[in-house]
């Protein structure tokens, strides 16, 4: 078994991913664009394979969960009954001396190391906290702070089709509005019965005043986000439920266990009931991977207020009508990328004498980019190697390496998480098997072409 070498920094992860194809800084021929990341070819399978992952889990392998795709441009009412408009607010601050912008919380979690809590805080709590304990600018090092201010974070844009003055549209900052506003479509259209879900998996959008660490936070992501409909007497358990099945799917991906925590609000809305969110190791300390909300009836009846429109559910059983109360399940497709990155990559001392150590990503196969790799031996074994390629990629993602020795076309494979190096050689020719290598192990094996894509298939299961 091979040595590791040192812990993962956030710098290795970025440069791997520049490097090797799986994000690239936004725009960058143009010096780039704060905070914006660019999907490569490698990093944009990764990303379709967690939101793949996440489908399968929470709709697909259920009976009552029903997906949407609504449109990112809503209704501006929509915000104004979410409370977005009104109170959609992160509590920032000014360096006065370099004029950077930063989130006050964000400043506290970062020197805490993820250990205080900052979203418990009052504006005055963290602007004590800030000076107790010295919180420097990170950008410029000197503690020279303007008070907190409330600051909205959606994007604004117009809608030219409308009259002057009433063009205001947002871009949405969650996509869950969209599960919210067809409720009833949904509802009807499905034949569900409460307790039922409708998910969505889409791009928000929020102008965030910290950008940073990489696709931690961004202004524009994706979220896997589903909301459960349920009756007041089930909402709690529900909302249990939730807690433990959000843990299991990120552990059954790969992300270990002492590298995660729950983390419940002191601090909740004043419509919730309970509030927990999952954090992560990552690289810069524990931070929130996704959330798990007790909202009650609050967005129902909010849209049914602003709508006019009835969001009550009528039981088919009993004729009772009720507005549902809802536990909403939300993760960010990135942000779970980075986790699985994090957690996948690894150095390993394979000869110290000679220095010989190899970067390697431990996907769990099921999010790996591609599942295998074929690599002809020689040039003129292409013609095989092809076949064998073509008979995979009629199944999977796979990829075809020609160039350099093995070794080096495994090391690449390593370092992209790819399962299986499939090498074809001259034996194969006569007797149609290949050498099958494992990434983790790198022991060998010899399988006939014909077992290759039921090999491939059972290590994809979680
Ligand atoms: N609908 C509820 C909601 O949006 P949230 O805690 O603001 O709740 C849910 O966001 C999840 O979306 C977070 O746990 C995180 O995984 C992801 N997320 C939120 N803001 C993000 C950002 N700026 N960049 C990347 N991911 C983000």
Redesign the pocket.
Known sequence: MAEKKQAVTMDKIVNLCKNRGFVFPGSEIYGGFANTWDFGPVGVELKNNVKRAWWKKFVQETTDTFGVDAAILMNPRVWEASGHVASFGDPKMDCKNCKQRFRADTLIEAHSKGEVAAEAMTDAEMESYIEEHDVKCPHCGVRNWTPIRKFNPMFVTSRGTLEEGSDKVYLR????QGEYVNFLNVQRTARAKVPFAIAQIGK?F?N?ITPGNF?????E???M?LQKFCREDEAMSIYEEFKKKALEFVESLGLKSENLRFHDHDKLAHYAKAAC?IQYNFPMGWQ????V?HRGVWDLSRHQEYSGKTMLYIDPFTNEKFVPNVI?Y???A???MLALLCAAYDEEILDAEKNDVRTVLHFHPAIAPYKACVLPLQKNLSEKADEVYRKLAKKFAVTYDVTGSIGKRYRRQDEIGTPYCITVDFDTLNDDTVTVRDRDTMQQIRLKIAELCSYIEKSLEF
Do not use: A, W
């Not at 900052?173 to 869950?176: A, D, G, K, V, Y």
């Not at 696709?215 to 202004?219: C, D, I, K, M």
């Not at 929130?288 to 959330?291: D, F, R, V």
């Open positions: 900052p969650e996509t869950c928000s929020r965030e696709l931690f936070r961004t202004v992501f994706e979220q986000e969110d929130e991977l996704n959330g909300h909403e939300s993760i960010g990135d942000r779970l």
